[in-house]
C-alpha cells in the first residue's frame, strides 16, 4: 500500500471531510493573501506611507473578530445547520463581492489607459475591508465545524487543516498573484516578444476566484450535510460553581461577552493587555515599511514576495525547535531573550536597507547576491520573531482558565494580533513627516526649495527638476521604533517575569 493510502486508511472515514476543510481555509487564505499584496503594488504607484496607513486598515478585521465571534456561535438557521448558516452567505458574498470588484478595481487603482490618475486608495481600503471582515468571518464557522466534522479521534488534525490551507491559499493569493502579474516572469518564461503587463491582471484574477467562491459554495451547500451537536447554553452563574476543571462550558452570546469583561478584569490580565498592545511598537517599522522601502528602490513585487518560498521550511521547523525551550513552567524567559535581539534586527535590516542601491544592476534589478543576502537576514529575523510568538502563545495556554478555555486563549490570540496591527498603521501614517525633500535644479546643483509633500513633489518633477531625499522617515522611524522597545524592555522586564510567578488561580475567572 502506498503512503497516500495508508494516510487515507488511518483517517477512518474522516479524509474527504479533511480535504473539504483544506479547500475551506484555502478560500480564506486568498482574500488574505491579496490584501497583503496590495500595499506592495500601491509601493511600486508611488503611494505614500500615509496612504498605505490608510489602506492598513483593511487588515484590521482579522484581529477583532471576537467582537462578533459570540454571535456567529450562537446565532444560526437550524434547517441549514450551526455553522452553514454563516459560511455559505459569507462565501457567497465574497465571491460577488469579487466579481463586482473585478470590473472597477482597475479604475480605482489607476490602471485604465485612459486615466491616469494615481490609485484612489481609500476606497480601495473601503473595497478590500469588507472582503477580510467575510474571510474573518468565514473563518470562526469553519473553526466551528472542523471540531464537529472530524471524528473525535481525527479532530486534532483541524489545526493542522487550518495551518496547511490557509498558508497555500495566502501564497496563492499574494505570491501567486504578484508572480502572475509580473511582465519580467511572463516575458521570460512565456513571451517571444516582451510586453508591459502580466499575464494575469489584479481584475482577472479576482474575477477568477469569485467564480471559484460562488461555485464550490454552491456545491458545500448541496452535498455537505452538517450534523448538530451543539448542547444547550449554561449559564454564567452555573460557571462560577464549576468544580471540574477539565470540562470547557458551551456559553451564549451574552454569557461569552460577560466572561471576557471578568477576564478583562483580572488584576495580572490588566497588565498582560498592557503588554500585548504594545510590545510590538518596536518592530512596526522594520516590519510594516522595510518591504514598501525595497519596492520604491526597484525591487520586483514578484521577487520580494517569493522570498517566502524559502522562508516555509523554516516558519514549519521552528515552532518544533523552539516548543522544547517552552513548554516548561517559564516560558517567557524566551520571550525576554528574543525581544532585544529582534530590536537588533532592526537594525540591521535599516543598515541592509541602506545598503540595497549599490547593488542595483544596469538592467534596473538587483544582483543575486543581494537577494541571498536579504533571505539570510529575513531567516535570522523570523527565528527572533517565532521565539516570541510560539513562547508567548505557550504561555497564554497555561494560564487560560480550563472553564472558559477557547474564549479565554481567543481573547489572548486577539489582543495579540491587534497589538500588532495598530503600531504598523501609527507608524505608517507619520513616517511621511519624518522625511524631508529638497527640489534640486540638475544641471546647476542648486537647490531650490523643500518639496516634503506630494503637492510640492509634482510641482518640482513637472518643471524637470528633481527631488532629492535629504532625511529618510524610515531611518528614522526605525530608530524611534527601537529607543521605544528598549524603554519598553527596560519598564517591563521585572513585570513579564513576575507573570511566571503568579498564581495559575490568579489568572482563572473561577477562583478554586
Known amino acids: 500500500m502506498s503512503w497516500f493510502g495508508r494516510i487515507k486508511k488511518s483517517l477512518h472515514g474522516d479524509f474527504g471531510s479533511i480535504c473539504l476543510l483544506l479547500f475551506l481555509y484555502l478560500l480564506q487564505g486568498i482574500p488574505l493573501g491579496l490584501i497583503a499584496a496590495i500595499p506592495l503594488v500601491l509601493s511600486s504607484k508611488s503611494a505614500s506611507y500615509s496612504q498605505q496607513a490608510v489602506f492598513s486598515f483593511a487588515y484590521w478585521p482579522f484581529s477583532i473578530k471576537l467582537l462578533w465571534a459570540p454571535i456567529v456561535d450562537s446565532v444560526y438557521w437550524k434547517r441549514i445547520g450551526r455553522r452553514k448558516s454563516w459560511m455559505v452567505p459569507c462565501q457567497y458574498l465574497l465571491g460577488i463581492f469579487m466579481l463586482l470588484l473585478s470590473y472597477k478595481v482597475s479604475e480605482i487603482m489607476g490602471d485604465e489607459d485612459s486615466d491616469s490618475n494615481p490609485p484612489n486608495v481609500f ?13 474573518a468571518t468565514q473563518d470562526i464557522a469553519v473553526d466551528g465545524w472542523a471540531l464537529t466534522m472530524l471524528s473525535r479521534k481525527n479532530v486534532g488534525y483541524a489545526s493542522t487543516c487550518n495551518a496547511v490551507g490557509q498558508t497555500a491559499g495566502f501564497f496563492l493569493g499574494n ?3 504578484l508572480t502572475l502579474d509580473s511582465p519580467d516572469f511572463a516575458n521570460r518564461f512565456f513571451r517571444a516578444e516582451p510586453k508591459p503587463y502580466g499575464l494575469v491582471g489584479l481584475a482577472g484574477f479576482i474575477f477568477f476566484w469569485g467564480w471559484v467562491f460562488l461555485i464550490t459554495t454552491t456545491a458545500v451547500l448541496v452535498f455537505k450535510k ?27 452570546i451574552i454569557e461569552t461577552y460577560t466572561v471576557l469583561w471578568r477576564i478583562l478584569r483580572l488584576k495580572p490580565m490588566i497588565w ?17 515599511i522595510t518591504g514598501l522601502k525595497l519596492i520604491g528602490m526597484g525591487m520586483p513585487k514578484d521577487k520580494l514576495s517569493g522570498m517566502a518560498v524559502f522562508l516555509t521550511p523554516l516558519q514549519i521547523l521552528l515552532p518544533w525547535a523552539i516548543g522544547r525551550y517552552t513548554s516548561g513552567p517559564r516560558p517567557l524567559d524566551v520571550f525576554l531573550l528574543a525581544y532585544p535581539y529582534r530590536i537588533f534586527m532592526s537594525g540591521v535590516f535599516a543598515a541592509m536597507v541602506w545598503w540595497t542601491p549599490s547593488f542595483k544592476l544596469s538592467s534596473g534589478d538587483f544582483s543575486v547576491l543581494l537577494y541571498i543576502f536579504w533571505i539570510a537576514a529575513y531567516c535570522f529575523h523570523q527565528v527572533a520573531s517565532y521565539s516570541m510568538f510560539v513562547s508567548m502563545m505557550a504561555f497564554n495556554a497555561q494560564v487560560s482558565d480550563p472553564a472558559v478555555g ?23 501614517s507619520i513616517t511621511d513627516h519624518f522625511t524631508f525633500k529638497n527640489c534640486v535644479d540638475q544641471q546647476t546643483k542648486v537647490i531650490l526649495g523643500s518639496c516634503s509633500t506630494k503637492v510640492l513633489e509634482d510641482e518640482c518633477t513637472a518643471g524637470g527638476k528633481v527631488c532629492d531625499v535629504v532625511v529618510d522617515g524610515y531611518y528614522i522611524a526605525v530608530i524611534l521604533c527601537s529607543v521605544i522597545g528598549i524603554i519598553w524592555y527596560k ?22
Open 491 to 512: 519598564l517591563l522586564f521585572i513585570k513579564i517575569k513576575y507573570f511566571q510567578k503568579i498564581s495559575r488561580n490568579d489568572w482563572s475567572v473561577v477562583k478554586r
Open 406 to 428: 477557547g474564549t479565554y486563549m481567543t481573547l489572548l490570540n486577539t489582543l495579540n494580533n491587534l497589538g500588532g496591527n495598530w503600531p504598523v498603521t501609527l507608524i505608517l
Open 226 to 252: 452538517e450534523i448538530d451537536y451543539s448542547v444547550s447554553n449554561k449559564f454564567v452563574s452555573s460557571l462560577y460553581e464549576k468544580d471540574d476543571k477539565s470540562e470547557e462550558l458551551e456559553l451564549g
Open 123 to 135: 476606497v480601495l481600503m473601503l473595497m478590500f475591508l469588507p472582503l477580510n471582515f467575510l474571510a
Open 175 to 177: 505570491v501567486g498573484y
Open 272 to 288: 498582560m493587555v498592557l503588554v500585548l498592545l504594545t510590545g510590538k511598537l518596536a518592530f512596526a517599522a522594520t516590519d510594516g
